[in-house]
T-cell receptor, first 115, second 116 residues
Framework: GENVEQHPSTLSVQEGDSAVIKCTYS??????FPWYKQELGKGPQLIID?????GEKKDQRIAVTLNKTAKHFSLHITETQPEDSAVYFC??????????????FGKGTKLSVIP | GAVVSQHPSWVICKSGTSVKIECRSL??????MFWYRQFPKQSLMLMAT?????????EQGVEKDKFLINHASLTLSTLTVTSAHPEDSSFYIC????????????FGDGTRLSIL
């Protein structure tokens, strides 16, 4: 099955600096890679996603890059703000058998933005 | 944007009680719904996947008689934790997706279950 590795597990940055979180996946057939932000006591919120037919996608201060050959994708947050502090999860969609597809999640990165 | 509503947000009950958690897709039809369990400072662990009108598919190690899942309509799925015990205390999160693999998966805000 799919395996997703996420690094780093914790990340502290100064307000205004950039933050980068990296993930690798094992199943070359995976073709959809979402990123979720989870604040304390809440469910994950989809912030950006990318499909395998593109290499980069940007939405204001957030961008995601994908390298299918190397099987890794990254989340980039520019001009970080205190409200960006949360746990971020990457995921990859892969076939799980019996006609089903499911997301496999990384272990999460706790981002702290220091004012 | 797509909204998934989950209730209740927090439940405290005595050991042996059965607890039902509801998950609703408010502005889209959720062909597929997922139930996850999350322990503190850990990632999401998929418990089961359900398609509307079909029996849920449980992940290995998840007791189907303990965690009853019903997905009777395109907007509602329920998870019932039967005869709950302290070890069932956890954060349970539902997720929903429209038909088609190109559709994103959206999550509810979770239910914190505490069994005394």
């Amino acid at each position: 099955g799919e395996n997703v590795e996420q690094h780093p597990s914790t990340l502290s940055v100064q307000e205004g600096d950039s933050a980068v979180i990296k993930c690798t996946y094992s199943d070359s057939a995976s073709n959809y890679f979402p990123w979720y932000k989870q604040e304390l006591g809440k469910g994950p919120q989809l912030i950006i996603d990318i499909r395998s037919n593109v290499g980069e996608k940007k939405d204001q201060r957030i961008a995601v890059t994908l390298n299918k050959t190397a099987k890794h994708f990254s989340l980039h947050i520019t001009e970080t703000q205190p409200e960006d502090s949360a746990v971020y999860f990457c995921a990859a969609l892969a076939y799980s058998g019996a006609g089903s597809y499911q997301l496999t999640f990384g272990k999460g990165t706790k981002l702290s933005v220091i004012p | 944007g797509a909204v998934v509503s989950q209730h209740p947000s927090w439940v405290i009950c005595k050991s042996g009680t059965s607890v039902k958690i509801e998950c609703r897709s408010l502005d889209f039809q959720a062909t597929t719904m997922f139930w996850y369990r999350q322990f503190p400072k850990q990632s999401l662990m998929l418990m089961a996947t359900s398609n509307e009108g079909s029996k849920a598919t449980y992940e290995q190690g998840v007791e189907k008689d303990k965690f009853l899942i019903n997905h009777a309509s395109l907007t509602l799925s329920t998870l019932t934790v039967t005869s709950a015990h302290p070890e069932d205390s956890s954060f349970y999160i539902c997720s929903a997706r429209e038909a088609g693999l190109d559709q994103p998966q959206h999550f509810g805000d979770g239910t914190r279950l505490s069994i005394l």
